[in-house]
């Protein structure tokens, strides 16, 4: 399973952030950023596996192609700007961590606004308003 290999990955790059801290201070923020960017890359071969199991459900249920490209697009979105965050907590900057979070969250609304304003149409039809 591929979650032993990210836990062995950000195990190993974390003790030897430790073992480094008091020798030289930004080899741990290297091996840090190295073990995260190895499991960020992980987690794409398991977004490969989800991205498929969503177009086997689009097959199936008939649901449009654009509505599986914002959720692929929502998907990466938060991998990416959690990512980015962490990684600037690292480096002891929370403001502009949390920067990364706000951008990362109207990044999402702004995605999800089509699916919504599709939604209150098909309610607004069925109800007749």
């Not at 190895?38 to 071969?45: K, R, Y």
């Not at 398991?46 to 449009?64: D, F, H, P, T, Y």
């Not at 990044?107 to 606004?113: D, K, S």
Request: glycine share 8%; charged share 15%.
């Amino acid at each position: 399973m591929e979650i032993y290999k990210a836990a062995l990955i950000g195990i190993a790059g974390v003790l030897f952030g430790l073992l480094f801290k008091g020798y030289r201070e930004e080899y741990t923020l290297y091996l840090s950023l190295t073990a995260g960017i190895l499991i960020l890359f992980l987690a794409g071969t398991q977004l490969k596996e989800v991205a498929e199991a969503v177009r086997l459900l689009q097959e199936n249920l008939q649901i449009e192609d654009s509505y599986i490209r914002i959720l692929m697009k929502m998907l990466l979105v938060t991998y990416v700007g959690q990512f980015a965050a962490a990684v600037c907590r690292d480096c002891n900057n929370s403001v502009v961590a949390g920067q990364i979070e706000l951008f990362a969250r109207l990044t999402l609304a702004a995605l999800g606004m089509p699916v919504f304003v599709a939604l209150l149409q098909l309610v607004t039809d069925i109800l007749g308003v």
